[in-house]
């Protein structure tokens, strides 16, 4: 290593696992190529519901570049034309690629969904397979869809037969617990019925979002499947991604949680996979600008009201670690006007610096784990390809979709 080296590797602003791992090397690893997109550097922004809207992909987006997914959007919701549902499904003209994350366990709305999407010029749609909410899985969907492989079969299926030559890929947790794991299963049917990539977050649904994310079971599904596989699970600096792809061989990486107020990790993300060292990441001055940004998009996008409401959330995840915000936090949650908001920013001390402590912290889902709940014989049935009955009045869509949320 010479000198500017060991001096740039000595700077680096990162947590004591990350400070040694080298940036990537030229042609150490490709695009991840989903039919005809071919997506640089290989990332992918996890869909998250109540996260993943128009407004803050397209913030992310003018961070760096990769694949930005939407939160799920359900079938019924969509085909049924609740409003909220087809705004959340929404984006503007220059979106590229826009990608959808769908949720349903009826291969016939499944289907007819994606045909709409691929009509309306959408260029990506990601099945969710791995919804851990008590609600979803009581029912046999969610996570609970790939114990019953034949009827994910199905599922898959009918997307690929109705997206043309738009990609298919799915999402899958480890399974339902350890005694219960299905993502072999899964990586082998999403390859037979032609999905393009499957994302494996390395978690059981009984974990839900405790614990480290097992990044063996990646690289046992790398070994295993006939299509690219994307990590998923505990990347919260750039260089985890760059960790995950060396430890597990896999195609890609999914990034959840770690960009919760941290936009700017997929510049970060772009900068180490072309053999660039990130620098510092913004002080408090530039994260309020950030904020300022992010709220009049939220404002934009979901009205005055709505917009200021979906920002309370954010401004914890922003100025997290950060000394001088415990003070405002209460008031920023509070927060109904964007000029509310600016006047409480205003009160920041613009020079103090990103907190080292803020890397690694989980900004949304507690440490708690849980038994899953599954329709009663469920597992004596596992060869069953019977979708289970979905919500069909707009009531029950309306509750299952907050129960979605919560999850
Ligand atoms: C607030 C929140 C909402 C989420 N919503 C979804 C979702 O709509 N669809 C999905 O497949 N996963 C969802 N997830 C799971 C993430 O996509 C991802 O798999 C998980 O956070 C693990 O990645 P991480 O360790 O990088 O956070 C959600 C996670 C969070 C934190």
């Given at each position: 290593?010479?000198?500017?080296?060991?001096?740039?590797?000595?700077?680096?602003?990162?947590?004591?696992?990350?400070?040694?791992?080298?940036?990537?090397?030229?042609?150490?690893?490709r695009p991840l190529?989903?039919?005809?997109?071919?997506?640089?550097?290989?990332?992918?922004?996890?869909?998250?519901?109540?996260?993943?809207?128009?407004?803050?992909?397209?913030?992310?987006?003018?961070?760096?570049?990769?694949?930005?997914?939407?939160?799920?959007?359900?079938?019924?919701?969509?085909?049924?034309?609740?409003?909220?549902?087809?705004?959340?499904?929404?984006?503007?003209?220059?979106?590229?690629?826009?990608?959808?994350?769908?949720?349903?366990?009826?291969?016939?709305?499944?289907?007819?969904?994606?045909?709409?999407?691929?009509?309306?010029?959408?260029?990506?749609?990601?099945?969710?397979?791995?919804?851990?909410?008590?609600?979803?899985?009581?029912?046999?969907?969610?996570?609970?869809?790939?114990?019953?492989?034949?009827?994910?079969?199905?599922?898959?299926?009918?997307?690929?037969?109705?997206?043309?030559?738009?990609?298919?890929?799915?999402?899958?947790?480890?399974?339902?617990?350890?005694?219960?794991?299905?993502?072999?299963?899964?990586?082998?049917?999403?390859?037979?019925?032609?999905?393009?990539?499957?994302?494996?977050?390395?978690?059981?649904?009984?974990?839900?979002?405790?614990?480290?994310?097992?990044?063996?079971?990646?690289?046992?599904?790398?070994?295993?499947?006939?299509?690219?596989?994307?990590?998923?699970?505990?990347?919260?600096?750039?260089?985890?991604?760059?960790?995950?792809?060396?430890?597990?061989?896999?195609?890609?990486?999914?990034?959840?949680?770690?960009?919760?107020?941290?936009?700017?990790?997929?510049?970060?993300?772009?900068?180490?996979?072309?053999?660039?060292?990130?620098?510092?990441?913004?002080?408090?001055?530039?994260?309020?600008?950030?904020?300022?940004?992010?709220?009049?998009?939220?404002?934009?996008?979901?009205?005055?009201?709505?917009?200021?409401?979906?920002?309370?959330?954010?401004?914890?995840?922003?100025?997290?670690?950060?000394?001088?915000?415990?003070?405002?936090?209460?008031?920023?949650?509070?927060?109904?006007?964007?000029?509310?908001?600016?006047?409480?920013?205003?009160?920041?001390?613009?020079?103090?610096?990103?907190?080292?402590?803020a890397l690694r912290?989980?900004?949304?889902?507690?440490?708690?784990?849980?038994?899953?709940?599954?329709?009663?014989?469920?597992?004596?049935?596992?060869?069953?390809?019977?979708?289970?009955r979905s919500p069909?009045?707009?009531?029950?869509?309306?509750?299952?979709?907050?129960?979605?949320?919560?999850?």
């Open positions: 290593m010479s000198a500017g080296e060991a001096d740039a590797a000595s700077a680096r602003f990162s947590s004591a696992e990350n400070r040694d791992v080298p940036l990537a090397r030229t042609g150490e690893f190529v989903l039919k005809s997109l071919s997506i640089w550097p290989p990332v992918v922004l996890a869909p998250m519901a109540g996260v993943t809207n128009f407004p803050f992909r397209a913030l992310c987006r003018e961070f760096g570049a990769g694949l930005y997914v939407s939160e799920m959007i359900t079938a019924r919701g969509f085909l049924m034309g609740n409003s909220r549902t087809i705004l959340l499904a929404s984006s503007r003209d220059d979106e590229r690629p826009r990608s959808v994350q769908v949720y349903s366990s009826d291969p016939v709305d499944i289907g007819e969904m994606v045909a709409r999407l691929v009509d309306q010029g959408v260029d990506h749609v990601d099945l969710n397979l791995g919804c851990p909410v008590p609600k979803v899985t009581a029912s046999g969907g969610g996570s609970a869809i790939p114990v019953k492989p034949r009827l994910m079969a199905r599922l898959v299926r009918a997307m690929v037969k109705r997206s043309g030559a738009v990609p298919v890929t799915v999402k899958v947790r480890k399974g339902i617990d350890e005694d219960l794991l299905t993502y072999l299963d899964a990586g082998r049917v999403a390859g037979e019925e032609g999905a393009s990539a499957i994302g494996l977050h390395a978690r059981t649904a009984a974990q839900l979002y405790h614990g480290e994310a097992d990044w063996e079971a990646i690289a046992t599904l790398k070994s295993a499947a006939t299509i690219p596989v994307l990590g998923n699970g505990d990347v919260w600096e750039s260089f985890d991604a760059l960790r995950m792809m060396r430890a597990t061989g896999c195609d890609g990486v999914i990034v959840g949680r770690g960009c919760l107020g941290r936009p700017w990790l997929f510049r970060e993300l772009a900068q180490v996979f072309d053999g660039r060292e990130p620098g510092a990441p913004p002080k408090l001055g530039e994260i309020a600008a950030i904020m300022r940004d992010h709220a009049r998009r939220l404002v934009d996008f979901f009205g005055a009201k709505v917009g200021m409401q979906q920002m309370r959330k954010w401004t914890s995840w922003y100025t997290k670690g950060f000394a001088g915000s415990a003070a405002l936090r209460d008031r920023l949650h509070r927060i109904e006007t964007f000029e509310e908001l600016d006047l409480l920013l205003a009160n920041l001390d613009a020079n103090e610096p990103f907190p080292l402590s912290v989980s900004r949304a889902k507690g440490g708690r784990t849980q038994k899953v709940s599954l329709p009663h014989g469920y597992l004596a049935q596992r060869d069953d390809d019977t979708p289970p069909h009045s707009l009531a029950e869509i309306e509750a299952y979709e907050r129960a979605l949320n919560a999850g």
